[in-house]
């Protein structure tokens, strides 16, 4: 089974609203990634948070951290309609577990509404 | 400008007929790493290579090899393709230390009939 599960699969909200979503995963991390991933496009690096930290922010986006829950979150404010796309949580696991490989979920598709 | 970059992006061939994706990378990056993409079950890592001359295998390396003889090049090659390879392939490329994010290619829709 997947390491990361983004919930809920899929988010439709209108433009301006702030949209979250939700990542759990089931073993200790070394730092949890988010992408972005426009329609059959590459995957886009969005911020990276490591375990040690619990907040972080990057322009319109803040990602939380919670590793005694073993979950996370992107809250993306002011959403607008460029934000439509699939957003993944990937997990980099800790060192005891070897970090070369980088888990993904599956995927939360986000649409905004103009 | 720094990127992945991947070829071809789209191929139709026939099962059974051996075939190489191409991925190079200009960022000089130690580790690079192949995913395949399927509705409904995310990326899953193929292949991945901390340096030169150093591969291991992902979650679902099964029908594919790769190379890493250059930094820069990582190819996967598929010797005798399935249908059930058919699927969006990603090659992606990062810095080992301090495990930063991955630089993703722009993807090679692969179709085996």
């Known amino acids: 089974s997947q390491q990361g599960e983004e919930d809920p699969q899929a988010l439709s909200i209108q433009e301006g609203e702030n949209a979250t979503m939700n990542c759990s995963y089931k073993?200790?991390?070394?730092?949890l990634q988010w992408y972005r991933q426009n329609s059959g496009r590459g995957l886009v690096h969005l911020i990276l948070i490591r375990s040690n930290e619990r907040e972080k922010h990057s322009g319109r986006l803040r990602v939380t951290l919670d590793t005694s829950k073993k979950s996370s979150s992107l809250l993306i404010t002011a959403s607008r309609a460029a934000d439509t796309a699939s957003y993944f949580c990937?997990?980099?696991?800790?060192?005891?577990?070897?970090?070369?490989?980088?888990?993904f979920g599956t995927g939360t598709r986000l649409t905004i509404i103009p | 400008e720094a990127q992945v970059t991947q070829n071809p992006r789209y191929l139709i061939t026939v099962t059974g007929k051996k075939l190489t994706v191409t991925c190079s990378q200009n960022?000089?990056?130690?580790?690079m790493s192949w995913y395949r993409q399927d509705p409904g079950l995310g990326l899953r890592q193929i292949y991945y290579s901390m340096n030169v001359e150093v591969t291991d295998k992902g979650d679902v390396p099964e029908g594919y090899k790769v190379s890493r003889k250059e930094k820069r090049n990582f190819p996967l090659i598929l010797e005798s393709p399935s249908p059930n390879q058919t699927s969006l392939y990603f090659c992606?490329?990062?810095?080992?230390?301090?495990?930063?994010?991955?630089?993703f290619g722009p993807g090679t829709r692969l179709t085996v009939l």
């Open positions: 992606a490329s990062s810095p080992i230390y301090p495990y930063n994010e991955q630089f």
């Open positions: 990937a997990t980099a696991l800790g060192a005891n577990f070897g970090n070369e490989k980088l888990t």
């Open positions: 073993t200790s991390i070394n730092n």
């Open positions: 960022m000089n990056h130690e580790y």
